[in-house]
C-alpha cells in the first residue's frame, strides 16, 4: 500500500501546481484505515473534526480487483462551526441537487446514511492511476457549487448579521 501513497502524495504535487488555484481547494494525502488516499475541500466546511470532503482511496484489494473508490463524506455537521445544519436534511438537499450531475459519475451510489453524500468507484490501471485521481479531483469541482451554496443557506443567524 506504501507506494498507492506515494504515487497519491504525486498527485497532490500536480493537483497543487495546477487545478488547486482554480479550484480554490486544500489537497491533503492521508492514510485511513490502512488505506491511502487524498482528500479535497474548502477550509469553510471543515471545523475540527467535522466538515466536509472528498476523498479518493485505494484498500486492499484495489490492485487485485482494479478499482479505485472514492465518494463525499460529511462528518459531524451539527458540529460545523457557522452553520445550523441537519445532517440527514443536508444529504437529501445534497442528492437532489446531485441528480444532475450523477451521470459523470462512475459507479456511483447515493443511498447511504448522511454521512456519506455518494460514493462510487472507477476502473484502473497502474499505467492510468494517476490521470484517473486527478479527473475525479477535477470532476469534483463542479460539485462544490452545490456544496457552498448548501452551506451558505445554513450560516448560523448570529454570523449573517455581520
Known sequence: ???????????????DNDAARKS???????????CPGVKLYRASWMSGKSGIFFSVWTDSDSETLGRLHY???????RQLKSYVITS???AEEFR???????????????DYGPLNLMQGWIEFREATFEPIVLSLM????????????LLE???APARRRR
Open 153 to 155: 443557506e445554513r450560516i
Open 71 to 77: 465518494n463525499i463524506h460529511a462528518l459531524k455537521l
Open 96 to 110: 437532489r441537487n446531485f441528480k444532475v450531475l450523477g451521470s459523470s459519475w462512475p459507479n456511483v451510489r447515493v
Open 24 to 34: 480554490g481547494l486544500i489537497c491533503i494525502t492521508s492514510v485511513f484505515e490502512g
Open 88 to 90: 440527514r436534511n443536508f
Open 138 to 149: 477535477k470532476e469534483f469541482a463542479g460539485v462544490c457549487p452545490i456544496i457552498d451554496r
Open 1 to 15: 500500500m506504501k507506494e498507492f501513497l506515494d504515487e497519491f502524495k504525486k498527485i497532490k504535487v500536480v493537483y
